[in-house]
Nanobody, 119 residues
Framework: QVQLVESGGGLVQPGGSLRLSCTAS????????MAWYRQAPGNEREMVAS???????TYADSVKGRFTISRDNAKNTVYLQMNSLKPEDTAVYYC?????????????WGQGTQVTVSS
């Protein structure tokens, strides 16, 4: 019942920056984890960064020091600030939300936004 809409993807040169946003709507109560995943052609979908309700963050080793995840609970929005982008970061980026409602998990995915890092 949660709808996630991503924005901010596009084409950027190596070394550039991009900021992704994801806004949740619908049954947004009891949201716990918010995260960003990415999937490149031929690859498995991988977790890029996640942020827990209390603000704790987790990053993939490949993006540590370059990406920053944050959330604005008042706006039901999660962001991914991507700096020092590399061609290897090229992928479709997906917003992810997990709700825990009556002790049961509910996972939601956004439609994905393309990030292309190329000169």
């Amino acid at each position: 019942q949660v709808q996630l809409v991503e924005s901010g993807g596009g084409l950027v040169q190596p070394g550039g920056s991009l900021r992704l946003s994801c806004t949740a709507s619908g049954s947004i109560f009891s949201i716990n984890t918010m995260a960003w995943y990415r999937q490149a052609p031929g690859n498995e979908r991988e977790m890029v960064a996640s942020v827990a309700t209390g603000g704790g963050t987790t990053y993939a080793d490949s993006v540590k020091g370059r990406f920053t995840i944050s959330r604005d609970n008042a706006k039901n929005t999660v962001y991914l600030q991507m700096n020092s982008l590399k061609p290897e970061d090229t992928a479709v980026y997906y917003c992810y939300v997990r709700r825990i409602w009556f002790g049961r998990p509910y996972d939601s995915w956004g439609q994905g936004t393309q990030v292309t890092v190329s000169s």
